[in-house]
């Protein structure tokens, strides 16, 4: 395992060659394993590995010494000299034992999926935030996997075992502790500054949309295709990170702002999930979500699922959403109503076929956001106990307060903010709104629109 003064990363040489080993459990379909070791043979070619060979082990349960089989290390151990391999990636995540036992085992470097997605995200990083949050991750992944010397950090029996090395190796967790602290307090500066500028936007009254979905699902084409944005387009997993937003006019005059998220992926490492919180807090502050969905990948039900467990995990799937069923282009028309129809798309409030690449269906996806962010205003009034202060400071995050009374039981608000927020504070309505327009999504009930229990819910 590596030292800390041996965690870098060197410049791009000849590609690697590497060795794929998934490991097969009760339960998992041998379809969705299969999808997951081919994502895996694309991530190790995107960070710059040529994958020579790959197989599946099916096991009753992980090894809790090396997760896999030892008669499958042994077979690893003869095929390494036949096929050339240097390194083994394995698609489970491996305890900090399992990969130093496999790699004593084995004689040679192990990686599993969430050092690979790591190593692709400290590529492809290209702000200083995105720096940042990556590295923090990499220092979160390494701290547990950190070892000194041989023989020297490792304690053992007899004379000699105890000494310098165990030191240096204390020595080395807590400069990691220490920058990790520091990274911790230089995301957190720029994550403050971000949120002054979306309370800026909230207070000038402009609409987001957040546009989210698979790595490599077209989101930044689409992004490209409706603002001109310029953000790089790649046919490969992750290829961009650093959130980019641009604004674009509605056929109907308005403006709403796009924002580029990082692309979700089945497995996608904790560590990352939690450093690149403050960048995806974009998906859970935006109006709207725009949910891009490869409609041509064979896994796409598969990549659907896993998008919206991670929206789920982010607490962001209570919000206006629309379904963009990307690359059409590619298909026939009979095979693009077949997938529309479809009627597996909830909670989704429309589900609109577009092909980034040609343009088509775009025009409808922009009147279906016009539709969803056509409200405006609403003006609350609320009263707010002074044990709950906190209330107000979200009241000024999400709008404005227009009037503020002191009274004995609390403050008196009289506040405006979005009509997509207005739920969140339904529990401090002391009268009527004086001021309403359309929600921003309802039903007609009785030949009047009212707000759906989803956006009531924020």
């Known amino acids: 395992m590596p030292r800390l003064d041996e965690f870098v990363f060197a410049p791009d040489q000849e590609a690697e060659c590497v060795y794929l080993l998934g490991l097969g459990l009760p339960g998992v379909p041998n379809a969705k394993l299969e999808e997951e070791m081919s994502e895996l043979g694309e991530l190790a070619e995107t960070a710059g590995a040529e994958v020579v060979g790959a197989d599946i082990q099916h096991l009753d349960k992980p090894n809790p010494l090396t997760c896999f089989g030892k008669g499958k290390v042994e077979e690893l151990k003869s095929l390494k000299g036949d096929l050339g391999f240097t390194s083994v990636i394995s698609n489970e995540d491996l305890a900090p034992r399992q990969q130093r036992n496999l790699e004593d085992a084995l004689d040679m470097k192990v990686l599993d999926r969430s050092e690979v997605i790591l190593d692709i995200f400290a590529r492809h990083a290209r702000s200083h935030e995105g720096r940042l949050q990556v590295e923090s991750a990499q220092l979160r992944h390494l701290l547990p996997r950190l070892a000194g010397g041989r023989n020297l950090s490792r304690l053992g029996g007899g004379i000699g075992t105890r000494g310098p090395g165990e030191q240096k190796l204390e020595v080395d967790r807590r400069r990691i502790r220490n920058r990790m602290t520091d990274l911790g307090q230089q995301i957190v500066k720029l994550q403050n500054s971000r949120r002054l500028h979306r309370n800026t936007r909230r207070r000038n009254q402009v609409p987001v949309a957040a546009v989210v979905g698979y790595t490599n699902a077209g989101k930044s084409t689409l992004l490209n295709a409706l603002t001109g944005a310029g953000v790089l387009e790649a046919d490969q997993v992750f290829a961009t990170l650093d959130p980019t937003t641009r604004a674009v006019h509605l056929p109907d005059g308005r403006k709403i702002l796009l924002t580029d998220t990082v692309g979700f992926i089945q497995k996608l490492p904790t560590d990352l999930v939690a450093a690149f919180r403050g960048t995806l807090e974009e998906v859970t502050e935006a109006n709207i979500l725009i949910h891009v969905l490869d ?164």
């Open 295 to 458: 409609a041509t990948h064979p896994a796409m039900r598969a990549h659907f699922d896993a998008t919206n467990e991670e929206l789920e995990r982010l607490e962001a799937i209570n919000k206006p959403m629309v379904l963009a069923l990307n690359k059409v282009d590619a298909l026939d028309p009979g095979t693009v109503a077949m997938i529309q129809r479809r009627g597996t798309w909830a909670p989704y409030d429309e589900v609109v076929p577009i092909s980034a690449k040609t343009g088509e269906g775009l025009p409808r996806l922009l009147e279906t956001l016009a539709r969803l962010s056509e409200a405006g205003l609403v003006r609350l009034d609320l009263m707010v106990p002074y044990s709950e202060a906190g209330v107000e400071a979200e009241v000024l995050r999400r709008g404005r307060v227009l009037k503020r009374d002191y009274l004995a039981d609390g403050m008196r608000l009289v506040a405006e903010v979005l009509s997509s927020d207005a739920g969140r504070f339904e529990d401090y309505v002391v009268a009527e709104p004086a001021e309403k327009v359309t929600p921003v999504v309802g039903r007609r009930v009785a030949g009047k629109r009212v707000a759906s229990p989803r956006a009531r819910a924020g």
